[in-house]
């Protein structure tokens, strides 16, 4: 909840918060010999995201966030991917 909720007679424009995170992940050869994996699926992929949200008052935040995942460089990998998402969140 921000100190100044939004408000726009006393310029107060709630807080605003910024998040970073990053992740990985390995996959066991074990999982690709059981078939629990395809045949040519990646076994490693690791990932970055940013975001901003703005608090207005107690009640409603939008948020912008921006990820990014970088697979394996094995031939044949799939290319990086990059996901853009957008959320207005309301709590009564």
């Known amino acids: ?15 605003v918060e910024i998040g970073a995170r990053y992740h990985a992940v390995a996959v066991d050869e074990a999982a690709m010999n059981l078939g629990l994996a395809t045949a040519g699926s990646s076994r490693t992929a690791s990932a970055w995201s940013l975001a901003l949200t ?38 009564f």
């Open 1 to 15: 909840e921000p100190n100044r909720p939004f408000n726009l007679a006393n310029r107060h424009w709630g807080a």
């Open 54 to 91: 703005w608090h207005l008052n107690a009640f409603l935040q939008y948020r912008a966030q921006f990820e990014r995942t970088d697979f394996d460089d094995r031939p044949g990998a799939p290319p990086p991917e990059n996901a853009v998402a957008f959320r207005a969140q309301l709590a």
